[in-house]
Nanobody, 116 residues
């Protein structure tokens, strides 16, 4: 069973940057399409970025041009570089697989708070 641990969140002012990391256990992660999801208070969890095993990426329109997802398959780690952060990016950020029949158990997430 894959275990996921997210880190790197924090409090930043609008326009600032953060780099999130997601460390996973198990070899399955290396083969999976992985994604960063976020959940804001009172809203459903949404997928904001995904990356294939070989590095192809796609982004939600709301973060395109500001966020960059990457991965290190040897270290089984997924990254999310977030630049030009906006207050509406405030949420708990999670990583997980994309497109599997079911998600792996969700980690605790990492809180990102952007002040205006």
């Amino acid at each position: 069973q894959v275990q996921l641990v997210e880190s790197g969140g924090g409090l930043v002012q609008a326009g600032g940057s953060l780099r999130l990391s997601c460390a996973g256990s198990g070899t399955t992660l290396r083969l999976a399409v992985m994604g960063w999801y976020r959940q804001a208070p009172g809203k459903q969890r949404e997928l904001v970025a995904r990356i294939s095993r070989l590095g192809s990426t796609s982004y939600a329109d709301s973060v395109k041009g500001r966020f960059t997802i990457s991965r290190d398959n040897i270290k089984k780690t997924i990254f999310l570089q977030m630049n030009n952060l906006k207050p509406e990016d405030t949420a708990i950020y999670y990583c997980n697989n994309v497109g599997y029949d079911s998600h792996w158990p969700w980690g605790q997430g990492t809180q990102v708070t952007v002040s205006s």
